[in-house]
């Protein structure tokens, strides 16, 4: 049986000692990295019909919040968000 067929959970850590989760897919055989915060960009800086939001390990109430805060066009705020570096210029 290979590790990943299994519930384990695997993570980067960068210099930082930062997690980045790391979630195989093996029907696809696609490896998705996440950031080591949850991004959250707030919809109403883009004319969008639709939002992906990705769930991973959050509980019922977590994800009904999420909708929430997504479906009133508001960002999730704290110290484990972010906004990536969206409003930064290179």
Same mark, same amino acid.
């Given at each position: 049986?290979?590790?990943?067929?299994?519930?384990?959970?695997?993570?980067?850590? $960068?210099? *930082?000692?930062?997690?980045?989760?790391?979630?195989?897919?093996? /029907? %696809? @055989? &696609?490896?998705?990295?996440?950031?080591?915060?949850?991004?959250?960009?707030?919809?109403?800086?883009?004319?969008?019909?639709?939002?992906?939001? $990705?769930? *991973?390990?959050?509980?019922?109430?977590?994800?009904?919040?999420? /909708? %929430? @805060? &997504?479906?009133?066009?508001?960002?999730?705020?704290?110290?484990?968000?972010?906004?990536?570096?969206?409003?930064?210029?290179?």
């Amino acid at each position: 049986m290979a590790k990943c067929n299994s519930n384990h959970k695997y993570y980067l850590k $960068d210099r *930082l000692n930062m997690k980045f989760r790391i979630l195989p897919d093996n /029907i %696809q @055989t &696609v490896t998705t990295i996440f950031n080591s915060k949850t991004t959250s960009i707030s919809p109403n800086n883009f004319k969008i019909d639709f939002a992906r939001i $990705d769930i *991973l390990d959050e509980t019922i109430d977590e994800i009904n919040h999420i /909708i %929430q @805060t &997504v479906k009133s066009g508001k960002r999730l705020e704290g110290k484990e968000f972010t906004n990536g570096n969206l409003n930064r210029d290179i």
